[in-house]
């Protein structure tokens, strides 16, 4: 059975910086294309970022490149989103996301298994 659990969201102020954590089970990560996913209130989820280990797949929004980074760790099973000088626009719930499927995109209606997801708040 496949689960995510996403953590590390919280709120924090404008310039900051917060590591999103995905615990995944019931799947390799390594054939997988993983992504992080954010929705806004009133908003369309829309890709963050997305990765496939298997052929360096690798994606990040045009809003979030040079300032947010996925990663993963096998041993755990965790997929990491570091996201740094936030700004009040990256405010949303993100969510962790898998797609046994090698896509070229970052698409959330690709995606089958989905996390809860966790807050993101960034305000003064």
């Known amino acids: 059975q496949v689960q995510l659990v996403e953590s590390g969201g919280g709120l924090v102020q404008p310039g900051g910086s917060l590591r999103l954590s995905c615990v995944t089970s019931g799947f390799t990560l390594e054939d997988h294309t993983i992504g992080w996913f954010r929705q806004a209130p009133g908003k369309e989820r829309e890709g963050v970022s997305c990765?496939?280990?298997?052929?360096?797949?690798?994606y990040y929004a045009d809003s979030v490149k040079g300032r947010f980074t996925i990663s993963k760790d096998d041993a755990k099973k965790t997929v990491y989103l570091q996201m740094n000088s936030l700004k009040p626009e990256d405010t949303g719930i993100y969510y962790c996301?898998?797609?046994?499927?090698?896509?070229?995109?970052?698409?959330?209606?690709?995606?089958?298994?989905w996390g809860q997801g966790t807050q993101v708040t960034v305000s003064s």
């Open positions: 990765s496939r280990a298997i052929d360096g797949f690798l």
């Open positions: 996301a898998a797609l046994f499927a090698r896509v070229g995109r970052c698409y959330a209606p690709d995606f089958f298994s």
